[in-house]
């Protein structure tokens, strides 16, 4: 398949991902999020050597997701998948990550992310201009968007993305809480 091809299948794809997720608040700014308009802003790291005149971005983002027991079984998002889209100035990534079924027992309402649910580690590594940068976090299942400008100095760089949960009023819980969904995110530059 040609580049070209692989480009229009790729958001075909993205935005069907998009439609299916049921956004409601964001659909069309996560829409416009995971459609690539560039694709020469940055590429993907094979290694950690740093490469003179660029900035080597290690990209993390752990955030947990509610999990439903049906029939003996702790049942993971399938449709749609849990996946991050990352819009660096209109070049789009995204990232998926198999999640791993985690138990912070006991309920405790001062730990966002106590009780059994789905643990997911994103992380990618790129390679860019250093300078300043428009970024565009979007999770499509929480319909979350997030924009921010960021400035990457030469050498590396780490961007960690932290969950803001929403807040929970049931019992057990009466503060943030990962079961609630995530409301935003909090992005540093180190």
């Known amino acids: 398949m040609t580049m070209k091809m692989n480009v229009c299948m ?23 999020t995971s459609i690539a ?15 003179t005149g660029k900035a080597i971005v290690d990209f993390s983002f752990v955030v947990k997701s509610n999990s439903y027991y ?9 449709a749609p998948p849990y ?25 405790d309402s001062s730990i966002p992310e106590s009780g059994i649910g789905w643990k997911y580690d994103f992380s990618r590594r ?14 499509p299942v929480n319909d979350v968007i997030v924009e921010q400008e960021i400035v990457l100095r030469e050498g590396k760089n780490t961007i960690v993305l932290k969950p803001v949960y929403k807040k929970k009023a049931l019992r057990p819980y ?7 969904g995530v409301k935003t995110l909090e992005i540093s530059v180190q």
Not at 21 to 32: M, P, Q, T, V, W
Not at 70 to 78: A, D, E, F, N, S
Request: aromatic letters at 6%.
């Open 174 to 180: 009466n503060g943030e809480n990962f079961v609630a």
């Open 37 to 51: 308009t560039r694709s020469d802003v940055f590429t993907e790291a094979v290694n950690s050597g740093v490469q």
């Open 70 to 78: 049906l029939m003996g079984t702790y049942v993971k998002h399938t």
């Open 126 to 139: 790129i390679t860019l201009a250093p300078g300043k940068h428009k970024m565009t976090i979007a999770l």
């Open 10 to 32: 790729t958001v075909a794809a993205l935005i069907f991902c998009v439609v299916a997720s049921g956004c409601a608040n964001n659909r069309d700014l996560i829409a416009k």
């Open 83 to 107: 996946r991050v889209y990352l819009n660096i100035d209109g070049q789009t990534v995204v990232l998926e990550a198999e999640p791993v079924l985690e138990d912070k027992s006991p309920i």
